[in-house]
């Protein structure tokens, strides 16, 4: 790690000075790391290349704000993480807006299924299993909030508040690293 | 998402060259430190000389006696530079990924909450020297505002915005303390005018201008 973080420092400071070929070294480098990061935290596996892209670009456009007498891995974790929490305000809109809209499903929801997903993200460590269950039925499988409640067996209203706390507080667990 | 692996890891390639591509050598930003002392520096230059060409407002129109015989002016001057310098530095560490940390806030709000408590316990105190209010001090602050507001904009522009709202809130705090420090030392009716009529508008204006920029144009 501590040897990882010494070459990719190098490579950064080499690509501040202009170095294309330093530069697209650190980027594959980099690009692994990223990969892990983002794939704990975004629930679609669809939008995983777009978040990995973001934080990419944002890379880019923020080498200037890299002082190589830090360490990099922070740099990169917030950025990575600033642009994971964009993507979870933007989805989380998103799904407000459509919530009254029906939904084409297609998954089957089972209780293993839901268990499986709920181990591969650690974002959701936050929260309690009755809110896990409702973010991966919503924001996993699809499902429009009529029918997670349905599945749930609790009122649409009750589901609606409890993703919007399940949001805050995947927004508040993000941010605490930063 | 088996088959979508090799096309994003082309996809990949193709944005690493892209990047790699446009990357020119870039000025990394110098230290928070030197930023704070050329912020600050700025101000000392460039406020004075706005004043020259503003004849209204003058240099002999500064209460420095105030320094001698108000205590609670005293200690309002004190906090102002001190928070004056804590919300700099904490805005522009806000733009530096890997440097900030969100218990920073607490020095800067610890400094604007003894400000308040000071401009609050000034406004029950009969101990305060009334000067008169100079009639176009809206006018005087306004133009007084511009230079620090463009400054303050300039430098975080050039940052990777970890927190929008904290940097937002901290560049506008700084941006409108230096002009309401000037106004303190030249216009004073009440201990409140100065925080009221000349704080709270130019802070408006500075945490809103970029705020709309940012959700409209963006």
Known sequence: MKDNDEKLKELMIRSQQGDQNSYREFLALIYPIIQSKVKRKVFCDNDVHDVIQEVMVSIHQSLATYDSAYPIHPWLHTICQRRVIDYIRKTSKFSELHDGQEFDVTNHVGAANIESEVEKYELLDPLNEETKRAVIMTKVYGLSTAEAATELGIKENALRTRLSRAFKDIEKFLKKDI | ?218
């Open chain 2, 1 to 218: 998402m088996i088959m979508n692996e090799p096309s994003n890891n082309e996809n990949m390639n193709d944005l690493i060259s892209q990047l790699a591509g446009d990357l020119k050598p870039v000025k990394k930003l110098p230290p928070v430190k030197w930023r704070v002392l050329w912020f600050g520096l700025s101000q000392i230059i460039l406020i004075p000389f706005l004043m020259k060409l503003y004849s209204a407002l003058q240099l002999s129109d500064f209460h420095w006696d105030s320094l001698q015989h108000d205590l609670f002016f005293i200690i309002q001057v004190i906090l102002m530079l001190t928070t004056l310098v804590t919300t700099i530095t904490v805005c522009l560490l806000s733009i530096l990924p890997g440097r900030y940390k969100e218990k920073y806030l607490w020095i800067p709000m610890t400094s604007v909450i003894l400000l308040m408590i000071s401009v609050a316990a000034n406004y029950f105190s009969t101990a305060q020297v009334h000067m008169e209010h100079r009639s176009l001090c809206m006018a005087e602050v306004s133009f007084l505002g511009l230079i620090p507001f463009f400054i303050m904009l300039k430098m975080t522009k050039k940052g990777f915005f970890i927190s929008e709202n904290t940097t937002l809130l901290l560049g506008a705090f700084a941006s409108a303390l230096f002009p309401t420090l000037i106004m303190h030392f030249t216009c004073s009716t009440h201990p409140t005018h100065v925080f009221v009529y000349h704080f709270i508008p130019l802070f408006l204006f500075a945490f809103l201008i970029p705020k709309i920029y940012l959700k409209f144009f963006h």
